[in-house]
């Protein structure tokens, strides 16, 4: 009897607070609209208030908000209390009963929960092991109500993350080769990624004893070689066709700037904009690709909306853990700005800008004890962005593409072969990380050049001004950053090998694409790209140019990797950039 009363009291409690909240408001959540006519305009709406006299018209002619309300229960019928809950506009918390109540954003889609870190992530299904944590909002319904259940032994002290740079697989058949000849054969993307990466991946996780989670950093699909709507569930189910469970976040490709695109992902992954938890990290996951008349704003940018939507989300978040941010566009770099963008100050990349919002954002992580990551992806090529901003040294982990230059060969455009990424993860520390290339060893995280070679027209010693006939052997260190130590041993003597960090291209990739790639211009690949950043080569020029050299890198979580120089390509067209040759 308390229990039906109680429920009829919650009942009429909603009710009442619905006709209050609906009486009090005076305008609709802020938006930023989808396009502009130019990014000065598109600055003026997101930035600039309304006149009261339109903001009041629009209340009249819309006054659409409700209520949604509901309940979060264990797998026993219990209330879970102090999780957050939103609908991508406003965030709360459930109540000691498990109780929750937002009201509802004019455009709102979703409800979510963000999934507890001693709880399971709820999935599509158990051959499609993607996240599925939310509900569609449907019109004139305004409960929802989730069931978690918990992990048995509660919150992971030590999970492994699989960070996927675009997998972006088109409707096309991209030029795919299985031997050193030029007879292409016809295969799809999807399975390409699937017979590849995926086949990659599950090795991997094999081999692991942890939970392993993973995140597509957006570019799940491109429609190039036409629309086709069974694509983003493709990529979804292969996706989450191993034990990990994963999550994504939209990029550019995704949605190009139409609705249907746009709707269609939201159709198979679910909001654009949430968070979750796993171990001691706060994961934020959000749509930072901002389209304008031309394209869309790089360095990434986030309406009005959104940074209240964040703001909220990390108010209600416990400051002790990491934060995790996960985006498509990178936020320390770009060319193609905001018209509040920033330059950045460095002669080695001219033209590029910071992101409007990034002193903002950074100083909502800067609350965090567990400190933070960005990641981000859209860029293939790999770089780890390292600046000086606002008295903060700033890293920016770019991931390489996992389709590398858009499936048109087996490496991206910087040369780092087609794979992703294995973070570990103990308490708010990254313990260790490595890039994997697929069907390499996970320990081969460089490539050796001979830097006089001709690649089809294009060679390191012209790209970068290095002497001509001394034998300089460059390396090519996937996942470098400042961290990084990378020595050359000759004859018994350790030299350190000196890191170019400019804007310009990898000779190797660029020959062979310029040769071999359809669905992209010479200028993508090249040095006329004025996006490209290079930072993870490396060269040392021999004292005799014929001695046999042992290179060594260490990355900054203690792990050694070794090459030698009778491994250098010499050759215009090496097996793993044309096809496959399993190790």
């Given at each position: 009897?308390?229990?039906?009363?109680?429920?009829v009291?919650?009942?009429?409690?909603?009710?009442i607070s619905?006709f209050?909240?609906?009486?009090?408001?005076?305008?609709?959540?802020?938006?930023?609209?989808?396009?502009?006519?130019?990014?000065?305009?598109?600055?003026?709406?997101?930035?600039l208030?309304?006149?009261?006299?339109?903001?009041?018209k629009?209340?009249?002619?819309?006054?659409t908000?409700?209520?949604?309300?509901?309940?979060?229960?264990?797998?026993?019928?219990?209330?879970?209390?102090?999780?957050i809950?939103s609908?991508?506009?406003?965030c709360?918390?459930?109540?000691s009963?498990?109780?929750?109540?937002?009201?509802?954003?004019r455009?709102?889609?979703?409800?979510?929960?963000?999934?507890?870190?001693?709880?399971?992530v709820?999935?599509?299904?158990?051959?499609?092991?993607?996240?599925a944590?939310?509900?569609?909002?449907?019109?004139?319904?305004?409960?929802?109500?989730?069931?978690?259940t918990?992990?048995?032994l509660?919150?992971?002290?030590?999970?492994?993350l699989?960070?996927?740079?675009?997998?972006?697989?088109?409707n096309?058949?991209?030029?795919?080769?299985?031997?050193?000849?030029?007879?292409?054969?016809?295969?799809?993307?999807?399975?390409?990624?699937t017979?590849?990466?995926?086949?990659?991946?599950?090795?991997?996780?094999?081999?692991?004893?942890?939970?392993v989670?993973g995140?597509?950093?957006?570019?799940?699909?491109?429609?190039?070689?036409g629309?086709?709507?069974?694509?983003?569930?493709?990529?979804?189910?292969a996706?989450?066709?191993s034990?990990?469970?994963?999550?994504?976040?939209?990029?550019?490709?995704?949605?190009d700037?139409?609705?249907?695109?746009?709707?269609?992902?939201?159709?198979?992954?679910?909001?654009?904009d949430?968070?979750?938890?796993?171990?001691?990290?706060?994961?934020?996951c959000?749509?930072?690709?901002?389209?304008?008349?031309?394209?869309?704003?790089?360095?990434?940018?986030?309406t009005?909306?959104?940074?209240?939507?964040?703001?909220?989300?990390?108010?209600?978040?416990d400051?002790?853990?990491?934060v995790?941010?996960?985006?498509?566009?990178?936020?320390?770099?770009?060319?193609?700005?905001?018209?509040?963008?920033t330059?950045?100050?460095?002669?080695?990349?001219?033209?590029?800008?910071?992101?409007?919002?990034?002193s903002?954002?950074?100083?909502?992580?800067?609350?965090?004890?567990?400190?933070?990551?960005?990641?981000?992806?859209?860029?293939?090529?790999?770089?780890?962005h390292?600046?000086?901003?606002e008295?903060r040294?700033?890293?920016?982990?770019?991931?390489?593409a996992?389709?590398?230059n858009?499936?048109?060969?087996?490496?991206?455009i910087?040369?780092?072969?087609?794979?992703y990424?294995?973070?570990?993860?103990?308490?708010?520390?990254?313990?260790?990380?490595?890039?994997?290339?697929?069907f390499?060893?996970?320990?081969?995280?460089?490539?050796?050049?001979?830097?006089?070679?001709d690649?089809?027209g294009?060679?390191?010693?012209?790209?970068?001004?290095?002497?001509?006939?001394?034998?300089?052997?460059?390396?090519?260190?996937?996942?470098?950053?400042?961290?990084?130590?990378?020595?050359?041993?000759e004859?018994?003597?350790?030299?350190?090998?000196?890191?170019?960090s400019?804007?310009?291209?990898?000779?190797?990739?660029?020959?062979?694409?310029?040769?071999?790639?359809?669905?992209?211009?010479?200028?993508?690949?090249?040095?006329?790209?004025?996006?490209?950043?290079?930072?993870?080569?490396?060269y040392?020029?021999p004292?005799?140019?014929?001695?046999?050299?042992?290179?060594t890198a260490?990355?900054?979580?203690?792990?050694?990797?070794?090459?030698?120089?009778?491994?250098?390509?010499?050759?215009?067209?090496?097996?793993?950039?044309h096809?496959?040759?399993?190790?």
């Amino acid at each position: 009897m308390t229990w039906i009363t109680g429920a009829v009291l919650f009942a009429a409690a909603l009710v009442i607070s619905a006709f209050v909240i609906n009486r009090s408001s005076k305008q609709k959540d802020p938006q930023t609209p989808p396009t502009a006519p130019s990014p000065q305009k598109q600055e003026a709406k997101d930035t600039l208030a309304r006149p009261k006299k339109a903001i009041k018209k629009k209340v009249v002619a819309v006054n659409t908000d409700t209520i949604i309300a509901g309940t979060l229960t264990d797998e026993e019928g219990r209330p879970v209390r102090d999780v957050i809950v939103s609908d991508c506009y406003h965030c709360t918390r459930t109540d000691s009963l498990g109780r929750y109540r937002l009201r509802r954003g004019r455009l709102s889609k979703f409800v979510y929960y963000t999934v507890p870190n001693d709880c399971e992530v709820p999935v599509h299904s158990e051959t499609d092991r993607t996240a599925a944590f939310y509900q569609r909002l449907a019109k004139g319904k305004s409960i929802y109500n989730f069931r978690l259940t918990h992990l048995p032994l509660g919150k992971e002290v030590r999970y492994d993350l699989i960070v996927f740079g675009d997998p972006q697989v088109t409707n096309a058949f991209n030029p795919y080769y299985t031997g050193p000849n030029d007879n292409r054969i016809q295969k799809s993307d999807v399975a390409r990624f699937t017979d590849e990466t995926m086949a990659d991946v599950k090795r991997t996780i094999a081999n692991m004893s942890t939970p392993v989670y993973g995140i597509s950093m957006g570019d799940d699909v491109q429609y190039y070689g036409g629309y086709n709507p069974n694509l983003e569930r493709q990529i979804r189910e292969a996706l989450g066709s191993s034990r990990m469970t994963v999550f994504s976040v939209i990029g550019n490709h995704d949605q190009d700037g139409k609705a249907v695109y746009r709707n269609k992902w939201e159709e198979n992954w679910g909001p654009t904009d949430y968070s979750f938890d796993r171990g001691d990290e706060h994961y934020v996951c959000f749509n930072n690709v901002q389209f304008i008349h031309s394209g869309y704003f790089s360095p990434g940018e986030l309406t009005n909306a959104q940074v209240k939507w964040l703001t909220e989300d990390l108010s209600l978040t416990d400051k002790e853990k990491k934060v995790i941010f996960c985006y498509h566009i990178p936020f320390t770099f770009g060319n193609s700005p905001n018209s509040k963008a920033t330059p950045l100050p460095l002669e080695s990349e001219k033209g590029h800008y910071s992101s409007s919002r990034l002193s903002t954002l950074l100083k909502l992580l800067d609350e965090f004890k567990g400190g933070y990551e960005l990641f981000c992806g859209h860029t293939h090529f790999a770089i780890n962005h390292e600046i000086e901003y606002e008295g903060r040294h700033l890293l920016e982990h770019c991931h390489a593409a996992a389709c590398g230059n858009i499936w048109q060969s087996n490496i991206n455009i910087c040369g780092t072969p087609n794979g992703y990424y294995v973070y570990s993860f103990s308490g708010t520390q990254v313990v260790n990380c490595y890039y994997k290339g697929t069907f390499w060893d996970r320990k081969r995280q460089m490539t050796l050049f001979k830097a006089d070679t001709d690649f089809n027209g294009e060679q390191y010693t012209t790209d970068w001004d290095l002497p001509v006939d001394k034998g300089i052997i460059i390396a090519n260190v996937f996942n470098a950053d400042s961290r990084w130590k990378v020595t050359a041993t000759e004859d018994g003597v350790t030299y350190p090998m000196k890191r170019i960090s400019h804007q310009g291209q990898d000779a190797f990739s660029t020959g062979y694409h310029h040769r071999y790639s359809e669905s992209v211009s010479y200028r993508f690949v090249s040095k006329s790209n004025g996006y490209l950043i290079m930072n993870h080569l490396y060269y040392y020029e021999p004292k005799r140019k014929d001695a046999a050299i042992t290179i060594t890198a260490t990355d900054g979580y203690g792990n050694t990797y070794t090459a030698s120089s009778h491994e250098a390509v010499t050759q215009p067209f090496f097996n793993f950039a044309h096809y496959y040759k399993e190790e």
